[in-house]
């Protein structure tokens, strides 16, 4: 009898525990209040958190290539979107707010930066200056035109959609409203950009560097309008000023002295034949510091990741470091970046017939605003037909980094829970859109023909 006893209170001791994993486990910060988490909990849902990331990117990203035809990428964009409070969420709200509860956000976001901004530094690898400067104009151009036409159609739409409450803040002034509009109307996907560069074999081709340059300073421009506006909302001129300045500042500097700085590490890869760990130590450094500079100046730590990439040593220093960093970039840190994203985007239905037809005249000004502007660009420029659609298609393309930013405007208070859905919307549908029209314009016939590399989708 004792032993039925002990064993089934220690079986229920053992219930209990386990259902109480994911409950904070630390001391109450006043007495009789609730408990905190420990330092053992943020590493016990971290685990976790990753984990159910990993396995959710694979399967959505699977599903998304088998039956969609879409890159890896979009599918790590739609798990972040179904992790979070839009589906998980919404259907099971107690599981949810246990799996990721906020204090523990702080650490999975950091991971997020870290990842995406890793990324970027090894497309900037890539990145061939050479091409740069053959395709400078042409960049330039497509750049010029994907900002311009976003502004010129945010200046034309904003003074209506100032007229329906819950749009915009009741303050915001019609310049500020029209800057952040512009803003998130002319931004391209930079990451998710260069991982379908990447993905549709891409690399390294004119049509990739032209859209790859004029999709950087877009999103470049993009982020130094938005801390115009946040200056405009009590931040301060100074942020404003520190993000262009600075930007502009460090970029020239790594032009003109990173390769030259950089070049002994090269050689010592190349008399090696390998990339030992005392190098691979400093090149980690160094992007850590330049992520850093990027992200304290009110940009992005992506931006010093691929700007410091545009200038690392090439041949086998570029192949020994992704050897070693891409599988682990690529595999963990970069979902990390989309599902934190989605964790903090709430798809909220516009649900009455005259929101709904606000939200497709959005997303249908915002299309031609930016793949048009950038196919007529290009076509002036003289590139073909195909080529031009093909560039108008990527550029299009505006993923996680525009729902970074209209979380911004929400978190703010410049824009309402309304426009932010419109937003989401626009974001979600011009992703989708990329591939397929890329593919349908140019991509089946120039790998047909070989003209592309190997499409990464089908390996």
Known sequence: MSKEITFSAVWASIVETVSQLLSPHGAPLVEGGANTYAMNDFSLHFFLQIALIILT??????????????????????????????VIGYFFPEFSAALFPNVTKSVLYVGAQFGVGLYMFL???????EDFKANRKKAFAVSFAGIAAPFLVAVLITPYLMT???????????SSATLFLGA?????????LARIINEQGLSGSSLGTITLTAGAFDDACSWCVLAIVLATFGAGPGVAVLAICGGILYSLFICFFGRKLLAPLGKIVEKEGSMSHQVLAIVLALFSLSAFLMDAIGIHAIFGGFILGTVMPRGKFVSELKKKVEP????????????????NTV????????????ALGVLVASVFAKGVACYVAARLCGEDNRTALAIGALMNSRGLMELIIINIGLEK???????????????????????????????????????????????
């Open 123 to 129: 497309v900037g690898t890539t990145f061939h200056l």
């Open 164 to 174: 329906i409450p819950g749009l915009f803040a009741p303050t915001i002034s019609i």
């Open 347 to 358: 798809m909220n239905v516009v649900n009455t017939p005259f929101l709904m037809f606000v």
């Open 57 to 86: 990117c694979r399967v959505v990203g699977w599903l998304g290539r088998k039956f969609l035809g879409q890159p890896q990428v979009v599918g790590e964009m739609i798990a972040g979107v179904i992790i979070g409070p839009s």
């Open 184 to 192: 998130c109307i002319a931004l391209t996907a930079f990451p998710m």
């Open 413 to 459: 208070g410049i824009i309402g829970q309304g426009l932010f859905s419109m937003l989401v919307l626009m974001a979600i549908v011009t992703t989708l859109m990329a591939t397929p029209i890329f593919e349908f314009v140019y991509g089946r016939k120039a790998r047909a023909r070989g003209e592309l590399g190997v499409n990464l989708r089908e390996k």
């Open 328 to 343: 682990l970039a690529v595999v963990l840190f970069l979902p990390m970046f989309f599902t934190y994203s989605g964790l």
